[in-house]
């Protein structure tokens, strides 16, 4: 139960509950103007307060900058002990505690404060779906269960969206999540409800693998087992081979140091050979000299024949002159035996070197080729590894589509199976649903019953198990109007409370705000208020309505009833700022 709703700012409107009908206005003052509105008075905002110290997150309210640095504050009463649980916006992942604490069950890791303790947000939420709905406490629980957090919102709709269908509480859940969490606060099979989720979830996998068969997206899998068969035979022959290899493969322990003297001897051979061919060129240039023609004639000529020239073309010359003659062909003749020397000798030096590198390249190629044949015959050890990586590579890969071929084998029998599996579920969803029937004989009778104080004509909850599990409907005489829609949520809101309030564990609350009576006729608000009341007192539930002073109808309409209306109204927020729930308006 709560008893207050408390803030860290001295402008924050404390608001006091009580145990029973509790009522929060909304009303205009005298200074209201025509653009003011009583739904900025904070009713809504207290709703997210709530929510936000029970674990929720943040509402769109709690988001606004100039709250930063805000932090709320419940005062509950739990197991009829008395605490605070206080959780700031600006650290919302732990939630602080004060008073009484004996309740806390154990096995919950807190840290101790100068004020108590402290928690964080998903242990909070943890104790509070104990204390709550008897949830279990291991936080290890299977997807698709029961949590607080799923849970509680039936018991304090939050938003306009809430109040549009009794089975859930915002327009994004899933049929799985109505059904689950709607059998368990029914008491019925909610275990059934998941594995009839489960089923769904195949079913879509087998929809989306044909869809994507059909665009070509996934034809890899999708298509037929034949083409995976076929990648199996060629990578099961692959990896043979390899397998083959690695066990004929042998490791030379000095492998790279033997590939690296290949390669020097690989180089030198090159350099010589490089080298060779060079001077082989020189030595032909030298040869072709020695061979000229020109170089013998110009050694036999004489000062004799030079002269006998000169007397034909009928010129004397001196004897002087001929001496000169003389000189000049001795020394010419020594210029071409110096000539003929140093040719000679270049010849034969460039033969010998050439020679010698010929020997050389002979030596160095046997050394590679014995080097060679060791590699040949030789592995290294990083391509031993390689080879093993390659071969464990293509077992990953045969792994795969043997698992693709399993997968796919599934997918063409699994629709055969579904069927096989719906049935079988259905029938025992069913048997489950039959077996329960004191418990959905209760929740019927209470649905019944407040329908019928509200339009004195029962209305029916409605419970059955169909192709696709369970199904939840309620009817009311004379539906089709928005407030009589909206008092099929209130009816079965007001059944859960009732239900849940029996049990030895319960939320002990139902909070309803402001959109549930929009569109209400007067007197059907008036008696649901009257129910509400009578109910939470019988029974020692908390019930809470947040509504706008201009919704409220007239003494005349709420007749007896009007007195314990007023006298349980909690607080009266305004539209003014030193009205509103926070002491300002955003």
Known sequence: MIRAVRANKDSFRIVEFREGFNVVLADKTDKSSDKDSRNGAGKSLLLEIIHFCLGGNKGQSLKKPNLKDWAFTLDLRIGGRDFAASRALAHPGRVDF?????????????????????????????????????????????????????????????????????????????????????????????????????????????????????????????????????????????????????????????????????????????????????????????????????????????????????????????????????????????????????????????EQVIAERKKAIATLDTQRAERMTILQTHGALAEHSRLQNLHQDGLGKLDAVKRQIAELRELEEGRSKLKIERETLRQSTSRDLDERAVAREKAISSFNANSEALYDAPGNLIINVGKNGYEFDVEIQRTGSTGIENMKVFCYDLALAQLWAARDVSPDILIHDSPMFDGVDERQKTRAWRLAAEESKRLGFQYISMVNTDDVPPDAVLGDFADEFQGNVRIVLTDQPNGCLLGFRF
């Open 98 to 350: 004060s008073g009484d604490l004996a309740w806390l069950p154990p096995g919950i890791e807190t840290e101790m404060t100068t004020t108590g303790m402290t928690l964080r947000d998903r242990d909070w939420t943890r104790v509070l779906g104990s204390q709550a709905f008897g949830l279990p406490l291991d936080p290890r629980g299977e997807p698709l269960t029961p949590r607080f957090r799923s849970l509680f919102p039936f018991f304090a709709r939050s938003g306009r969206e809430a109040f549009a269908v009794a089975f859930r509480h915002h327009p994004q859940m899933t049929v799985g999540e109505k059904q689950i969490y709607n059998a368990f606060l029914l008491d019925l099979g909610w275990r059934y409800a998941r594995q009839w989720q489960l089923l769904r979830e195949r079913e879509n996998l087998l929809d989306a693998f044909k869809s994507a068969s059909e665009a070509g997206v996934a034809h890899r899998i999708a298509g037929s087992v034949g083409e995976l068969e076929a990648d199996r035979i060629r990578l099961e022959h692959s990896l043979s081979a390899t397998q083959a290899n690695l066990a004929n493969f042998r490791v030379h322990p000095e492998y790279e140091r033997i590939e690296v003297e290949a390669s020097g001897l690989t180089r030198q051979i090159h350099d010589l050979a490089n080298e060779n061919v060079a001077d082989g060129r020189l030595l032909k240039q030298y040869q072709r000299s020695v061979a000229d023609e020109g170089l013998e004639s110009h050694a036999n000529e004489t000062p004799e024949t030079l002269v006998r020239a000169y007397e034909e073309a009928g010129i004397a010359l001196p004897g002087l002159v001929k001496k000169r003659f003389e000189d000049v062909l001795d020394f010419h003749r020594s210029l071409l035996e110096g000539r003929r020397a140093f040719l000679a000798e270049e010849i034969q030096r460039l």
